[in-house]
Each structure stands twice: as structure tokens, then as C-alpha cells.
């Protein structure tokens, strides 16, 4: 991949008007788009449809247009991306604002930071909060990108991928990766942290949470007899959610691929219902 000489431009999403994705248009006079949006949330696997005229349509990812966790339109609506944004913290029951600060309690320090697959933009408002200077956040979704942008108008936002982010080499210091790479298949693995070290530093760090596989062993009452209500909850939780790539995530030896791209892996954590692992490019 060439790297591009400048940074990628940060449009004004607060202000772009994006087009209606099909979830936009429901409404109680039109029963079919209901009962469309209805038999996602619970269960029906719809692959996404890119509205005509939306930013960026087609630098999107083929494996993007997944109606992941059951949202209807996957990530690509105003709508249903507002409502997972405010959702998913709550379904985590308050976990990822833990961990989304320990996260850049890993990364303090740093004068330029990137999110990658930033979505509502609060693992960047995290960083900004912690002190860094610099915070870009990236992500394949206008609308999600348009959400963060009026919520952090600090940061700036621009739409790629983990394995496409438009930054040139050595651009950033410290990289964070928030529930993104379990959402991508383990055959994009490679290409996603090859990018990761060409805009990073040398000496930079990359600061990883993801899911933890330590609530998926046994069943629902096996989890709760062990460990109590909270996990055998989360246990139930990964079982319902639609994650179409997460098996394959989590038998992937994550240690051992960080390393064949070239990280020096220097923590690998277990909190479950999260995962953190930290990395530094060697320089």
C-alpha cells in the first residue's frame, strides 16, 4: 500500500446530510419496513444495504456489511447507529467506560493518537480526556462518524478502515483499538495490523480491548454456579448477539500474530467480559 503524503481530510460531519438508510424511513404507515426492522432485532440476518449518495460508499469493506449485533442495517443508518451507541454501554453494563479508560491509561503519555473503528467516538474522547494532544478517530460509517463529531467537536473523524486508514507512515504515537477486530475476519487480520505499524511510530504503542473468551466456556448456570450473576450474564449475552467472525476470533493466538507483524507484545490481560493487549513497534 502507498502511503499518502498528508493526513486524510476531516469533513464537518456534524453538518453533512447523509442519506436515509431503509431503518430512516420506518414509519407506522408503512408495516412492511416495521416488520423488516422488527425480524432483525430478533434474529433474521440481513446483509446491509449502502444507501445511494453516502460518503464513501465504496471504500467500504465487503465484510462491513454485516447487521452486526442484530442492528437493523448493521452500522450504516442514522437511526439504528444512534440507538446501538447509547445501547451497547448499557448492555456492557457500564464495563466499557472502564475500560475504555484503561485503555488510555495505556497510552498515557502520547501527543497523537488514533481510534480505529471509533464508532460513537468515546474511546477518543477517553484519550483526549487522559491528556493527549492529538486524537483522530477513523471509522467506515458516515453515520456513526456524524453521531461522534457532534458529541466530541475536539476530535476530528475521518471514514476508513483498520486496513485502510489513509494516514501516512509513522503518523501517529499511540493507537487504540476498542471491540473492532473481533468484527473483522481472521483472514483480514494481517493486512489490518500491517497498517496499524506503518502509521505508528517507532516506539509507538497499540492499546487492544476485545472480547474475552473467558465467559463463553461452559453454559449459562455453569458461569453463574462459578463466578455469579454478572458473568453468566455476559456468557448469555455472546451467545444471542449476532458476532459473525467472533469464534474465529477467539481461537485466534493473538500474541503470536501481533508478533509476526512486528509489535513486541508487552501485556495480554483478562477481564471479562474484556481483553486487553498492549504492544509497542520496536524503534
Known sequence: MSAAAVDPRAPDWRTIELPDAWPDRVSWRRPAVI???LRCLFGARQRVELPAGMPGREGVPDYALQ???NLPNGNFSRRATRGYIVGFDRAMLGRMTAA????AEYLAGSQAALDVGTGGGRTAAALRASGVREVWGVDPSPYMLQHAAREHAEIRFVQGSAENTGFPDARFDAIAVCFVL???PARYL???LAELRRILKPGGRVAICEPSSAQLGGGFWAQLRAHGFVRAYF???ARVVYEPFVRAWHRLDMQARLG???FEVTA???DPPVRFLLARKPG
Open 182 to 184: 473481533h468484527e473483522i
Open 260 to 262: 509476526a507483524a512486528g
Open 268 to 270: 495480554d490481560e483478562q
Open 190 to 192: 494481517a493486512r489490518c
Open 235 to 237: 456468557h448469555l449475552l
Open 67 to 69: 447487521a452486526f449485533h
Open 100 to 103: 475504555r479508560r484503561r485503555l
Open 35 to 37: 416488520w423488516r426492522w
